[in-house]
């Protein structure tokens, strides 16, 4: 379910919405899709994502 921030009155709704994965990867799409560049902000938030899954992934995950 995406809802414009727009619409969101509250501000740490819209701060949380933009830290997370999702909310990053619509911001990011909905800027590419309307013909603009989407910004530093919401690639780095993937990417930290991106990362943190992975470290996460290695530490936890084992074969056993």
């Known amino acids: 379910l995406y809802v414009p921030l727009q619409e969101i009155h ?16 619509f911001n990011a799409l909905h800027a590419a899709f309307g013909g603009q560049s989407p910004g530093i902000e919401p690639l780095v938030v993937l990417a930290v994502w991106a990362v943190g899954a992975w470290v996460l992934a290695t530490r936890v995950f084992r074969w056993e």
């Open 10 to 25: 509250s501000q740490v709704i819209t701060d949380i919405s933009k830290a997370l994965p999702t909310g990053a990867g």
